[in-house]
């Protein structure tokens, strides 16, 4: 593809839609994973985290090919979401600490941003790839544009979690529903979910649903029973 072409630029407006798209669950992990940072840490976590998470972004695109040639990895990287999506609402059970267990230290955080980020990149990094007709300039572009519109997303997040921690949920609930939708569109499991027959669709929103329900009630009822135990208001 010529640089700068018409053909160059409609490529790169495709990609930036892309970004926006996915921005928002970017956000809310980056979010989610600073907030208990301290104050002066939870800025640098934020923008830190959103250029290793593009970096990360950048270079899957890259073998996305051969990400492709792996059976089951779709499968196994929503599973590994969905475990994330717990940890990042589940209080640490430790000695009572207010804080989280993925968020304590700022390379705590960091790589919490940092793997989920590469974790949701698999659904999405296809899209970005077809967009840019292999041209690896227009994929740094358009997730260097992305930057700002992820860490003004991070920030604003983080501020409305601070003020009303119940946001934490639903956060969660959008992890739980991008790694519900990595389980199911995995190419194995297409005879389940992947079709046309009623069956196939139920079983789809399903399964994305049950997903959903699952991690926020088990993260809700892990956190009582640490309230319970340690004779405070817990995350729940």
Avoid: C
Wanted: hydrophobic share 60%; no cysteine.
């Amino acid at each position: 593809m010529e640089f700068m072409s018409a053909a160059w630029w409609s490529a790169l407006l495709a990609i930036i839609l892309i970004d926006l798209v996915l921005a928002g669950d970017n956000a809310i992990v980056i979010a989610l994973a600073a907030r208990n940072l301290p104050k002066e840490h939870q800025k640098k976590a934020i923008v830190w985290g959103t250029v290793g998470a593009i970096i990360v972004r950048s270079a899957m695109t890259l073998v996305v090919v051969w990400l492709l040639k792996i059976p089951g990895l779709m499968a196994i990287g929503g599973i590994a979401l969905m475990w994330i999506a717990y940890k990042l609402i589940a209080e640490d059970e430790g000695d009572g600490d207010e804080h989280g267990p993925a968020a304590t230290t700022f390379w705590g955080a960091m790589k919490t941003i940092i793997i989920a980020d590469a974790v949701m990149g698999i659904d999405n990094v296809l899209g970005v790839a077809g967009a840019a007709q292999g041209s690896f300039d227009l994929v740094v572009i358009g997730l260097l544009i992305s930057i700002p519109i992820v860490v003004f997303g991070s920030t604003l997040i983080l501020k409305l979690v601070e003020k009303y921690p119940a946001i934490m949920y639903i956060g969660a609930g959008v992890l739980a529903f991008t790694a519900g939708k990595m389980v199911v569109n995995e190419k194995l499991l297409a005879p389940w979910f992947k079709g046309p027959e009623f069956a196939q669709q139920a079983a789809y929103w399903g399964f994305v649903g049950l997903t959903i329900v699952a991690i926020l009630t088990l993260g809700y009822l892990h956190n009582r029973r640490v309230a319970q135990r340690t004779g405070g208001a817990g995350k729940a």
